[in-house]
Structure formats: C-alpha cells, structure tokens
C-alpha cells in the first residue's frame, strides 16, 4: 500500500517561499507514476499546483507557473515543492498525491500552510 | 483553458438517487477522461470515478459516472443514498496537461 506523507514548515511569511517535501513509502517514486501537487484553501475548492515524472520532466498549473518548482529526489523517494512570493492567498492545505493517466490513485492526508506575519 | 462547473450543493433523501453535473465551458468533454473525489469533512479526498465511468475497487456500486456530449457534461449518479454519502464531490479533467477541477458540489442527504 503506497502511503505519501507531506511535511515542512505550517507558517510562511508573505513575500517567502513555501517549501514542503513527501515522503513515498510502500512503493518506488521510479514507477511509471507522475507524482502531483495539489491545494485547498479552507472553505475552499481543490487546485492542482503541478506535477513531476522520475526522470525530472514537469508540468505545472499555468497561473502557477512564474512561482512553482517541483522537484524529485529518487536517493530519498521522494518530492519536493517550491512556491515563491508567497501571499495570503497561498494559505491552504497542501496535498501532495501520486497521479496515473491524470486521475490521483494515493492521496497524502495533507499539510495546512498559512501565509501570515 | 477551460473551467468545470458544478451545482454548489445538491440534497436528497436516504435511499434515493442523486446526480451531479460537470460542465466543460470549452473543448469536448469526450475528449479527456473526467475523474470524481469525494472528500468527507477533514479527511483527504478519494477516487469514487475515473475515466469517466470506471469504479476503483472498494467503491460501491451505488456509485456510477457517466457523460454526455450533447450537453457537455458529465455526470456522477449515486443511488440508494446512504448518510455516509453526504460529503463533497469534485469533478476533474485535464488538456495539454494541465488538471482543471470542477469548483465542487456539496452533498446533503437528509
């Protein structure tokens, strides 16, 4: 049974950078699986933020895009986000999934991150 | 690009049927698969459709998905509504890949 299990820091100030890694355990992030960045604000829909293949190929959400890197690190099965110039608008629970033929298969239970001084 | 609309919220009774629709504002909705998550009150969502009809295993049968080209839309059907069924649902599709989700429907069974 795959598990993903998201992390890194709940508070980030404005104008900072949101960093959260998950961590992929009962299975290999080396699968023929892309590996997926989704968020929720509170009270709110779900945004998919983008998405990483192993060998590095990306794609990305294209209002996110100036602001988002995601990255993968196989030694570690696991991936990483990045989302720069962050606002009060990024407050959400970050969800990070495992993704086949656009639908997610595994979800992670999902980190809240909020934006705020 | 294009945006999935769904109804805000929907209700029914316990033991009925319930459907709720998703509309493509641009493109064919034929032309890529439509996924549906439910998402129960703290909890992440899951998988209940995908590829437009096709049930996960551990999803009842209750639960069916299907689309219409002449409307555009999609649409997830459950039937026999149970109370642990009250919950919201997300459509989900993608072009030139990138993901869109429908804005969600919030499902009372009352």
């Known amino acids: 049974q795959v598990q993903l299990q998201e992390s890194g820091p709940g508070l980030v100030k404005p104008s900072g950078t949101l960093s959260l890694t998950c961590a992929v355990s009962?299975?290999?992030?080396?699968?023929?699986?892309?590996w997926s960045w989704i968020r929720q604000p509170p009270g709110k829909g779900l945004e998919w933020i983008g998405e990483i293949y192993h060998s590095g190929s990306t794609n990305y959400n294209p209002s996110l895009k100036s602001r988002v890197t995601i990255s993968v690190d196989k030694s570690k099965n696991q991936f990483s986000l990045k989302l720069s110039s962050v606002t009060a608008a990024d407050t959400a629970v970050y969800y990070c999934?495992?993704?086949?033929?656009?639908?997610?298969?595994?979800w992670g239970q999902g980190t809240l991150v909020t934006v705020s001084s | 690009n294009f945006m999935l609309t769904q109804p805000h919220s929907v209700s029914e009774s316990p033991g009925k049927t319930v459907t709720i629709s998703c509309t493509r504002s641009s493109g064919s909705i034929a032309s890529n698969y439509v996924q549906w998550y439910q998402q129960r009150p703290g909890s992440s969502p899951t998988t209940v459709i995908y590829?437009?009809?096709?049930?996960p295993s551990g999803v009842p049968d209750r639960f069916s998905g299907s689309i219409d080209s002449s409307s555009n839309s999609a649409s997830l059907t459950i039937s026999g509504l149970k109370t642990e069924d009250e919950a919201d649902y997300y459509c989900?599709?993608?072009?030139?890949?990138?993901?869109?989700f429908g804005g969600g429907t919030k499902l009372t069974v009352l």
């Open positions: 989900q599709s993608y072009d030139s890949s990138n993901w869109v």
């Open positions: 009962g299975g290999s992030i080396s699968s023929s699986n892309w």
């Open positions: 590829e437009d009809n096709q049930r």
């Open positions: 999934a495992r993704t086949i033929t656009a639908m997610v298969d595994y």
